[in-house]
């Protein structure tokens, strides 16, 4: 069983930047590729970002293209997304998942393991 923690959500102005954790425990964390996903209230749960396992490999929804990137740092079992210039519609609770495989994905259902979530909010 692989545990996933996120931390550094917080509210913040719409311009400003944050920095997301997922640190990751219980199983090799370098054999997982690894997302971030969101959900607003009201909102379906929405793809943000994937990595692949081995973090050569990136893709992003177009809603944060530009302006997030992800990241992981293997020695440390720690998955990032670092987001700038954010704006009120980033609104939501961010949550880190990892799927069974080294290849990155863009839908929830391909994710096995699931982290609580961090709430980001935005103001204007």
């Known amino acids: 069983q692989l545990q996933l923690v996120e931390s550094g959500g917080g509210l913040v102005q719409a311009g400003g930047s944050l920095r997301l954790s997922c640190a990751a425990s219980?199983?090799?964390?370098?054999?997982?590729?690894m997302g971030w996903f969101r959900q607003a209230p009201g909102k379906e749960r929405e793809f943000v970002a994937t990595?692949?396992?081995?973090?050569?490999?990136?893709m992003y929804a177009d809603s944060v293209k530009g302006r997030f990137t992800i990241s992981r740092d293997n020695a440390k079992n720690t998955l990032y997304l670092q987001m700038n210039s954010l704006k009120p519609e980033d609104t939501a609770v961010y949550y880190c998942a990892a799927r069974n495989s080294a290849l990155m994905n863009f839908k929830s259902t391909g994710y096995d393991y699931w982290g609580q979530g961090t709430q980001v909010t935005v103001s204007s």
């Open positions: 990595i692949n396992s081995v973090g050569r490999g990136t």
């Open positions: 219980g199983r090799t964390f370098s054999s997982y590729a």
